[in-house]
């Protein structure tokens, strides 16, 4: 897909059956869809908006997808979902948004994921939240696999508040982040930056160093062969509100 000489405007790429596009993607907004079959793509970013994908009946295969001014989500709702690095950004003189939220109906395996929303004028809010959920739509069974580092930031102004805050679940297995870092960091009137990482139904949780300025860190596994590995846990420049493991 081209936009030729010029930009290309918004893509919407809607199938009843499998989805597959071959090549990079550069458009304003991006929608995919795909019902009874996989969905595959690859480098997908967008300029001046939101990155959605939604598959309804199988598997979600793809390589980077980077959101400017935008955010990106994610859904399999009965299958797996395995991507390359995830960023999202966004500015704005009186608010921004530049969330990340992946959920899956089984495994979900992903590179870095990383957010930067930032009010640039003198008041407004700013949502850079991470959301990676394996197993949620549906109980398939299988691992939440982080390859990369995982890191919020957002940025808000006068008295508007600022959510950096992560959330790494799995519903149905374990979390395997090896030695990569979740990071949060949220500067505003008032902020979220907690940092939760849960396992349900069995599985552990192997992660890095844990950074949350002014907020908490959870980590808990439910169910059983459920031991826990993280590096540090801080509060980064500020102090951590709690810490729970």
């Known amino acids: 897909l081209s936009g030729g000489s010029g930009a290309l405007g918004d893509v919407d790429l809607e199938a009843s059956g499998s989805l597959s596009t071959t090549g990079a993607i550069t458009a304003s907004t991006i929608y995919m869809s795909s019902g009874a079959g996989n969905l595959s793509f690859g480098a997908l970013t967008t300029t001046n908006g939101n990155l959605r994908i939604s598959g ?51 495994a979900l395996t992903v ?21 990676l959920d394996a197993n949620y739509n549906a109980q398939d069974g299988g691992l939440l696999t982080i390859n990369g580092n995982i890191a919020a930031k957002a940025v808000a ?5 600022a959510n950096a805050s992560i959330s790494i679940n ?3 297995g374990g979390i395997a982040g090896g030695s990569n870092s ?18 349900y139904g069995g ?43």
């Open 170 to 172: 799995n519903s149905d």
């Open 182 to 199: 979740v990071t949060s960091a949220a500067t505003g009137s008032t902020t979220y930056s907690d940092l939760n990482l849960y396992t």
């Open 111 to 131: 590179g870095s994921v990383s957010t930067d929303a930032e009010v640039l004028g003198d008041s407004g809010s700013a949502n850079g939240s991470i959301t």
């Open 203 to 245: 599985g552990g949780i192997t992660i890095g160093n844990l950074t949350a300025t002014n907020g908490s860190i959870t980590v808990s596994s439910n169910g059983s062969s459920g031991d826990i590995t993280v590096g540090a846990l801080s509060g980064g420049s500020g102090s951590a509100d709690a810490l729970h493991a």
């Open 157 to 161: 102004a006068g008295d508007g508040s």
């Open 56 to 106: 309804s009946g199988g598997n979600i295969n793809g390589t980077s997808l980077t959101a400017q001014n935008g955010s990106v989500y994610v859904d399999a709702y009965t299958g797996d979902i395995s991507l390359g690095n995830v960023k999202a950004s966004g500015s704005s003189s009186e608010g921004a948004t530049a969330q990340v939220g992946i959920y899956s109906g089984g």
